[in-house]
């Protein structure tokens, strides 16, 4: 059983917030960079994800960006839990 071996953008999207998080052990971390390195798909929703949440998390810098605006991009992106982080 070897299935790990080659992630498919499936399980990379669904890994890709806990990539972001630093939630991802390392072996996970380098099967998601190697899929990354190989698949411009990929890359691009990280950096769009990635810069997402840039924009979120640094209030100073961030644009007047609407709540809906906000929440609608968050749901495209599977972002969900980082609008509202309900324990459980
Ligand atoms: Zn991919």
Excluded: W
């Excluded at 992630?7 to 099967?31: F, K, R, V």
């Excluded at 924009?55 to 906000?70: F, I, Y």
């Amino acid at each position: 059983m070897n299935e790990h071996a080659h992630m498919n953008c499936d399980e990379l999207l669904g890994s890709l917030s806990a990539y972001i998080d630093g939630d991802l052990s390392p072996e996970l971390c380098q099967e998601l960079e190697k899929h990354l390195a190989g698949c411009d798909n990929c890359r691009v929703v990280l950096n769009t994800t990635k810069r997402t949440i840039d924009l979120v998390q640094t209030p100073l810098e961030k644009p007047d960006l609407p709540d809906d605006v906000r929440e609608r991009l968050f749901k495209r992106l599977n972002l969900d839990r980082y609008l509202t982080q309900k324990p459980g």
